[in-house]
């Protein structure tokens, strides 16, 4: 049980420090804006090498460009999907991990019904083992990171076939991620055989959406990235080192677009340089912008090729207008995340099925002494 009251002084001295540091970032921030507002071309002064060893983002647009909300099409259909998980436990004597993903279909504009579903899968460890490329001598990896690589797989996987699904001739889609098309996450695995494969079938996923020309982003909610903020260190160093600036390290890309952008405006759009993007194909690279919700400052992504073909007001206008109906965030992603998700009880009405299934079949599924104390009150 926690004793409050012995982190009292902590949490005090904590909160005095956040404020502090957050004056000073807005003091330094205020001198960033002049800096930046002032300049009319700042995208010429961008060369690649100038960002060769830093995790900046390439300018597509001019940084300093910002867009109101378009209007959105009268009728519209919007996709999105999201997953949720139960992981391996080692405390069973039972390898497996369990993947429920959801499919949410809206035609707006239109007396269509929604679909609003999840579909759930067991995954043999044992059997999957069998399956995975792995190199000669490797161990069969059974990680948190493995599962969650192949839950976002199968969530983008599954939001392609809801745009298959859901697709009516003149009608605009937009399919909807939750969260990044950059696959930062396969860094995090160590087996490189099985990253390879990963990243093979999530650009052939990206092109299926592109060949069909199924618009598709992502949005990311209070995003951390810094790209954007250290590309405009760089650009305007000359203005910086004259006036003396020197901008705290905790500075993020949403910080400095909140008080740049206003409710409903985008930013510029700009590129990522993220290095598991050299295994994408070209037309599939991950462009991005930044936009105000009214609550916060999201990151919406997308391919290259969406912006080529001259989408990016669409999704603007779509995900906008599905936020405000949501009370500040996507409601088709708060819908997803609503049929995904796996509650205690599931998961306990779960492991009690999972029992009583494998004593009929004859196997007696034990815990660990350390999970049984846990769960006995539960039994």
Known sequence: MLQFHSIYNDLATFAERLMVRAQQEQQALAQFYDAFRSQIDLRSRYND???????????????????????RPLALTLCATDGSQIFPDRHLNADFFLLNISQIIFQIGTTEKPTLCSQAQLYDIAQLAQELPLEEDE???????????????????????????????????????????ICW???????????????????????????????????????????????LQILLRPELDAAQIHLPTTLNDATFFANFLSTGERSAIFA????????????????????????????????????????????????????TKGG????????????????????????RLL???CSAKGYALNY????????????
């Open 272 to 323: 990522s340089r993220s290095e598991v993007l050299a295994h994408y194909n070209p037309a599939d690279r991950i462009y991005f912008f930044y936009l105000h919700t009214g609550q916060e400052i999201a990151r919406i992504e997308f391919p290259s090729w969406c912006y080529e073909q001259g989408k990016v007001d669409f999704i603007h206008a779509a995900i906008f207008d599905d936020l």
């Open 139 to 181: 161990e069969p990896p059974v990680s948190s990171e493995v599962v969650t690589a192949l839950r976002q797989e199968e969530e983008l996987r599954t939001l392609l076939h809801a745009a298959h699904h859901a697709h009516r001739a003149r009608r605009p889609l937009l399919a909807l991620a939750d969260g990044t098309l």
């Open 368 to 379: 660990s002494a350390k999970s049984l104390s846990k769960r006995i009150s539960k039994l």
């Open 355 to 357: 029992q009583q299934i």
């Open 185 to 231: 996450h396969l860094k995090r695995i160590k087996n490189l055989s099985l990253q390879r494969s990963f990243v093979v079938r999530y650009g052939g996923f990206l092109a299926q959406f592109r060949e069909h020309h199924f618009t598709l982003a992502s949005y990311i909610s209070r995003p951390s990235s810094k790209e954007v903020v250290n590309l």
């Open 328 to 351: 500040g965030y996507p409601m088709t992603l708060v819908e997803a995340h609503e049929q995904a998700t796996i509650k205690p009880s599931d998961q306990e009405e779960f492991y």
């Open 49 to 71: 090498q100038q960002i060769a060893h830093t995790v900046a983002a390439v300018p597509i647009e001019e940084p300093t460009f910002k867009q109101s909300v378009p209007a």
